[in-house]
């Protein structure tokens, strides 16, 4: 009778959801070349080629497609069955800044609960400040955050890339304040800042039209064509235009996105290696 090799199992799972060699040995802490030799022997074990490769793209195969859930649920019971004999279970809580938590973040948290469905997984979605205050308490066991000028340093992670971006109906005559959607003060978001420093810097006036609470509400006064708003590319709803170069707006600085972890127990810390390894991959630079 044929037995699955786990670890190959949870490799084909990670090539599957990464699309990419590279990425899955990256997040699993291995090479390329031996999550290749393992994945080629499950293959060889189940007679059925899983995962087609061509220099430029990695794909299920129609095999590899029908096997994905089995191989899923083959994890999870896998693990279901360690943890009866764990005497406590493992905590990961992670904070994610607002407009860091981007339209992956889904595949992500996704992604992780796959690699270890037994993994606790708190995420909490916050404001810099507050996500800083909730880690130095201990509520968070990692966040990903801004890095600020003069505050303490962490683990580079990628890079946020800033545009002003309205609907595509919005107008504004530069004789008249520019109408900005902004988050509340309370907030304390380096976003706001950027944007207000940006213009006070090239002189040009602006009015505080819409105060959200957050990202979300912000982006609401944005697509109704009421006001614009400095938001980062990567999180920028459809059907929003950038409209800088057309208005004559200032560039905004780009920020540096930063991980900060305390001590992890090991199941956390590679899950966590896991999910910062697929982020980094998610936020490279296009071309």
């Not at 291995?30 to 793209?57: F, H, N």
Request: with cysteine; glycine share 8%; net charge neutral.
């Amino acid at each position: 009778m044929t037995s699955l090799d786990v670890d190959a199992v949870r490799i084909f799972v990670m090539v599957a959801d990464l699309q990419s060699f590279t990425r899955a040995a990256a997040a699993l802490g291995s090479t390329q070349a031996t999550i290749s030799v393992k994945l080629r022997r499950l293959e060889e074990k189940l007679g059925s080629r899983l995962i087609e490769r061509t220099p430029r793209r990695v794909a299920l195969s129609a095999k590899g497609a029908v096997f994905l859930p089995a191989a899923r649920e083959f994890l999870a019971s896998h693990e279901r069955a360690l943890t009866e004999f764990s005497a406590a279970s493992c905590r990961l809580a992670l904070g994610f800044v607002d407009h860091v938590a981007g339209p992956e973040l889904s595949t992500l948290i996704a992604q992780l609960h796959a690699h270890d469905p037994s993994l606790s997984l708190n995420v909490r979605i916050d404001t810099s400040s507050m996500l800083e205050e909730a880690f130095d308490r201990g509520e968070l066991d990692a966040v990903i955050v801004h890095q600020e000028d003069g505050g303490r340093r962490g683990e580079a992670l990628s890079r946020t890339h800033y545009g002003w971006f309205a609907a595509p109906a919005f107008e504004w005559r530069p004789e008249t304040p520019l109408r900005l959607a902004l988050l509340s003060t309370v907030c304390n978001c380096p976003d706001r800042v950027r944007a207000i420093d940006a213009l006070d810097r090239a002189g040009i006036a602006w009015s505080e039209a819409f105060v959200g609470g957050g990202g979300a509400a912000v982006n609401i006064a944005v697509s109704a064509g009421f006001a614009v708003s400095a938001l980062a590319y990567r999180v920028v709803p459809p059907g929003l235009v950038e409209v800088g170069r057309k208005l004559g707006l200032p560039p905004i600085p780009p920020s540096e996105i930063i991980l900060h972890a305390h001590a992890l127990a090991p199941r956390a810390r590679e899950g966590l290696h896991m999910l910062t390894t697929a982020f980094r991959e998610y936020n490279l630079p296009a071309g």
